[in-house]
């Protein structure tokens, strides 16, 4: 792997681009476990072959074009999928806006064109169930037919199971939407995380003895709402705290936002971004009877938090460094 992981988009010049590259094709939505042997196979083909290896994904992801007003919960967004592929042994990634032209584009032209054509690739290795080209007619068996022919290496990755269960990041999204961050974390083979701004609230976790830091997630964000145990990323420091992700029924039920109460910290946040990484569930979000109540419970909430995060003492994303 090179010391720099380079992103290539669609206005990048043919000079820049590394030719005769393996590549792992797919959307990569979390870079789950599934995701990483697809990479892990393109990676292990590239060494072989004294080749670059590269990632090739799509923004927006496909789903978001086909059905622009359907809430789409994404895993990550396009920066975080980047700096997980980062960190993932790739020498960079080719980043494809998928528009209207791209969708029409039948998967034998995509092949010629830009597999081909315009990156000139060695090798390749894709996911059982990956589909592309017009129509999503492009599949593991064409590509293996059309490749090969070409004298293209294929790999193509069965699917990866959890206790007889398929990973994939449907799969995630269900956990989370369930609150289920250990079966999350294990399909992901690390935490799930989010990436924001710390903006102001309310201020009344001041007020309470908790001062949280308080971020705004995507709306299409489905994560169950309640209490976790989470990591915070700032820089390169870790930072272990508590976090409750919901409408605050106790005060105003308004629009879903994170606030994370950091455990021995006492910076001034507002206008960082900070990186937060789910480490367990801890409870459902509830209203009680008065504030006594509530700090003794958040109390107590700290508590299990600091236990959950002892017992992870390195749960933390796989990141590597972007350009």
């Not at 569930?281 to 700090?295: M, N, Q, S, T, V």
Request: net charge neutral; proline share 5%; charged share 25%.
């Amino acid at each position: 792997m090179s010391s720099s992981f380079s992103i290539i988009r669609d206005q990048t010049p043919a000079t820049a681009i590394p030719r005769g590259a393996v590549v792992a094709m797919g959307n990569f939505d979390g870079v789950h476990r599934g995701h990483r042997a697809v990479i892990a196979a393109a990676t292990a083909m590239a060494k072989r072959l004294g080749r670059p290896a590269l990632a090739v994904t799509f923004e927006p992801h496909p789903r978001s074009f086909f059905s622009p007003h359907t809430p789409q919960f994404r895993l990550t967004d396009e920066r975080g999928k980047l700096r997980l592929l980062a960190g993932a042994g790739l020498d960079g990634a080719v980043v494809m806006t998928f528009n209207a032209e791209r969708a029409g584009t039948s998967a034998q032209d995509f092949i010629r064109n830009e597999l081909i054509g315009r990156l000139g690739i060695s090798g390749i290795s894709i996911g059982y169930d990956f589909h592309f080209g017009k129509g999503r007619v492009g599949s593991a068996a064409l590509l293996q037919s059309e490749a090969s022919r070409l004298g293209i290496e294929v790999h193509v990755q069965p699917h990866i199971d959890i206790d007889e269960r398929p990973v994939s990041s449907t799969a995630i999204r269900m956990a989370l939407a369930e609150g289920q961050i250990a079966d999350a974390t294990a399909m992901l083979d690390g935490p799930w995380f989010v990436t924001g701004e710390v903006v102001h609230g309310a201020k009344r976790g001041r007020d309470l003895g908790f001062p949280t830091a308080n971020i705004r997630l995507d709306p299409q964000c489905g994560l169950r709402h309640g209490i976790y145990a989470v990591r915070v990323g700032r820089g390169e420091r870790r930072i272990d705290g508590v976090a409750s992700f919901g409408r605050r029924p106790m005060f105003d039920n308004g629009a879903p936002l994170l606030e994370i109460f950091l455990f021995d910290f006492k910076d001034i946040l507002y206008g960082e971004t900070l990186d937060v990484a789910f480490i367990a569930y801890i409870r459902d979000e509830l209203k009680f009877d008065g504030l006594d109540a509530l700090i003794r419970q958040m109390d107590d909430d700290s508590a299990k938090a600091r236990a959950a995060l002892a017992a992870a003492p390195d749960a933390f994303p796989k990141f590597g460094r972007l350009d």
